[in-house]
């Protein structure tokens, strides 16, 4: 089947330097994600970074009993069970210098391997 020609959409996306994706899912909600997303916003328009940092609600993340929770991209950094208290550390070192937050951070476990 081949591919329908179409033009290309006249709007342009605008860059960033982060991309901070919090789960609004109900587990995290329930937890306070709406606070976390909140607190974030809000240090990052302190440091006036508001237009260096996209931050976006998700529906789910996986990993539901760990929520609030949030990736930050390009990094790819996992942040879990997040408290509003946790966004000037994230904002003022992870997202103004590009280093993750170590003990906020999670850590990663070895893909399964594929036969």
């Not at 901070?20 to 006036?48: H, N, W």
């Not at 996209?54 to 930050?72: M, T």
């Not at 990094?75 to 966004?87: N, P, R």
């Not at 904002?91 to 036969?115: I, N």
């Amino acid at each position: 089947m081949a591919l329908l020609e179409r033009e290309k959409p006249a709007v342009r996306v605008r860059d960033y330097d982060s991309h901070v994706l919090v789960c609004k899912g109900s587990d995290c909600k329930k937890r306070g994600s709406k606070e976390v997303r909140k607190a974030l916003k809000g240090e990052l328009r302190a440091a006036g970074m508001n237009g260096d940092v996209r931050v976006d609600s998700v529906e789910c993340l996986g990993l539901c009993k760990h929520g609030p929770n949030a990736i930050v991209y390009p990094s790819g950094t996992w942040y879990l069970g997040l408290i509003g208290a946790d966004a000037p550390e994230i904002v003022g070192k992870h997202l103004k210098t590009g280093e993750p937050v170590e003990h906020l951070a999670a850590e990663f476990r070895p893909r399964k391997k594929t036969k």
